[in-house]
């Protein structure tokens, strides 16, 4: 174990938000507390974005009600960005950006640098840690997991990914609910997208709605399996003929046999001249309606399931926050340049603990769903997918409310004062 | 007070369902137990559609458990219909259809009928109470409030209202703190639809996500007032300045000036040559992407707002169980004709109790917002609507789960014998 490293910590968020990436803010504030070298916690306004502008607050003038209260805060309570610093596509900027954000960094003796996120953060994680590296100033640079998609590799799965998949099939249960309901001879359909991008987890995993094997969802349609129009209609009104009702799942990046995203409408152009994304429910439902004379009705969840927070999975939260804690101690026994993931070590009973990759082996690479865990005929994940997805959803919060809905925390965010000249525009 | 009437007791479900629903049924169960002159408790499956066809099913076979948890089980258990016994547009098939739920009635010796439903369920109560009266065949016929949309009129609100707007002020909460995380400079908007056709009641409901004055929703469209597409961009363009993004709610029912749906899609004709309901939120969109060059997105909950039972509100499954057994003893108390309202008795604290109206009182009559609940400019409910509204969403439920999912209850339906010819088609 290398000397204690005394200064300041800096942790900040980045990419989409998630229902739980603020209890992993909670994990590193938390264990921060419990180290003496660790003098002031910063949070970093809005990810890199807001750095490059020391647009920092101080978490130290945060109530700790407020940061307990985080745990079911949904969304990045210190704001995100999409903001990359991209030295292959602009690295005239890129090289400008990095010099700026050494200066943040060393006008406020940033020692500690935690950044949740997906795959874009946990590469700016690692310039950080390898810049440092090339300057010689000493900082501890870990990378925290995050991303409802679940399409980090290395790690077992990602803080996000719980809860979503526990909001969604919830939700497919009490459509189908609805549906089953009104299904008299007519029949009808319902199509709910989710969200993924080109990765089927988030679909995947509503298939825990099903208890039995009539239930909801009927049919998921996940982007790595292409989409075959024919058969899916065969498959569609084969359901509503045995069940009255059809409840599909799509992936919102489902894409046809020659790659194609299912929800681009090529024959529409926005005003910019860019191909409207009609999305893949109401595409589909443009299919399924007239084809089959079917009551065809659509849910688009949109940004509603991965901020959840008032059904999350309490094992998700737990784990969020546990990668925050585990980031820190990390950093205090002198490791960077590593991302914090999650290592599963039964099924049943679930046991998992927390474990540190590189982070040049997360950049840029893509976990999609095995073959081996969707069935033959591809319109279900099957029980292996089960096996892994189902512990994730476990458990409930005690979720406190004020004026009967969920009581969220606010922080006071007090800014850092600044010591820098204003950014360059 | 009449004599007790000896018979067996119909219940059933129609319309739209909602999240509480089932707890209506739960009540006129639980009520009927306590009384020895109903005999048999049968359910009506899939409203008068399903009793037409004999369809009845005895819940004296159902576990006490399952009656338990249909407190908490969304949507209709005993199926739903939007079948409507219609003197006006079809009196000859009215009539067949009378005499033919009057075999049934009889062959069951069915003598108390509770029909949970919305405007034209009550309407049927109605005809069955008043052809029970022409043939002196001794029944007793109430109605049981239900509909999300909160139009009915002489009852203080409808029992599926307040859990309904629990779940979308509290999705308007979370995804507000979504687009709020991701801030920046660019600004953004998100445009929620909700269901209510021509009412905004639902609609103003996520008036309540609001604890302070830049809180979404910033923007609520309630079809009450005709929408004005330059004042709306001018409003949601300030609103992006100030705060840096913008929640703008659609009300499924939002009309312009002229009296058309915004979501009606004229230039575009489905299979069938109907104009393609598009969807309010979706036109939104269309109109402020390009407008304010604004990154837009779209949240359609759709059946999902209706059905979450996950996060229905306490005080809305109490009333709707209330509302059932307020039925029951009202018929043991020898009245028939009428619908259960609920009644307020104080706004702080909150006090209720259930009362009776003629149900020809009810029948295609439809309750809006008063004017004076909603703000000069138009774009938000005011402090009135706010002190109606807050109490219903009151109190957390207790959900039971399976496998990380709530616990739904699941009948065993077991058939009433049927003792009549099959329905003619």
Excluded at 13 to 20: D, N, Y
């Amino acid at each position: 174990m290398s000397q204690p490293l005394a200064g300041n910590l800096l942790v900040a968020q980045s990419g989409g938000p998630t229902a739980v990436i603020n209890s992993s803010i909670a994990g590193v504030i938390s264990e921060a507390g419990r180290h003496e070298c660790i003098e002031e916690i910063y949070g970093g306004m809005n990810g890199v974005y807001g750095i490059l502008q020391e647009n920092l607050i101080d978490i130290g003038e945060e109530n700790t009600k407020s940061i307990q209260a985080l745990k079911h805060t949904p969304a990045a309570a210190l704001g995100t960005c999409r903001y990359k610093i991209n030295f292959k596509l602009n690295p005239e900027q890129a090289e400008k950006d990095m010099n700026r954000l050494f200066e943040v960094i060393e006008a406020h003796n940033i020692r500690y640098f935690f950044y949740a996120g997906g795959n874009d953060s946990q590469d700016t994680t690692n310039k950080v840690h390898l810049e440092a590296a090339k300057r010689g100033y000493d900082i501890r640079a870990i990378g925290v997991p995050k991303t409802i998609d679940n399409d980090l590799p290395h790690t077992d799965h990602t803080p996000g990914y719980g809860s979503v998949i526990k909001y969604n099939a919830t939700t497919v249960m009490e459509v189908g609910a609805d549906l089953r309901s009104q299904a008299t001879d007519e029949g009808s359909c319902c199509i709910i997208e989710v969200m993924g991008r080109a990765a089927g987890w988030i679909a995947a995993g509503t298939v825990l709605a099903k208890e039995q094997e009539d239930d909801p969802p009927h049919i998921i349609l996940l982007p790595e399996i292409p989409f075959n129009e024919t058969k899916f209609l065969v498959k569609a009104m084969d359901t509503v003929t045995k069940n009255g009702y059809c409840i599909v799942v799509v992936g919102e990046g489902l894409k046809d046999t020659e790659g194609n995203e299912i929800g681009a409408d090529k024959t529409k152009l926005d005003a910019f001249g860019h191909p409207v994304l009609a999305g893949a429910a109401e595409r589909l439902a443009e299919i399924v309606e007239p084809a089959l004379n079917l009551k065809t009705r659509t849910v688009k969840l949109g940004y509603a399931q991965r901020a959840a927070a008032h059904y999350a999975s309490q094992t998700d939260v737990d784990e969020a926050f546990a990668c925050g804690e585990a980031a820190v101690r990390a950093a205090i026994e002198g490791q960077s340049g590593f991302m914090v993931k999650l290592v599963r070590e039964s099924d049943e009973p679930y046991k998992w603990t927390t474990g540190l990759q590189p982070l040049e082996d997360i950049a840029n690479q893509e976990a999609l769903i095995p073959r081996e865990w969707i069935s033959e005929d591809g319109w279900l994940p099957n029980e292996k997918f089960e096996k892994y997805a189902r512990p994730l959803i476990q458990g409930e919060l005690h979720l406190p409310t004020r004026g009967g809905l969920p009581a969220f925390a606010r922080l006071n965010k007090v800014a850092v004062e600044k010591v820098l000249p204003p950014l360059e525009p």
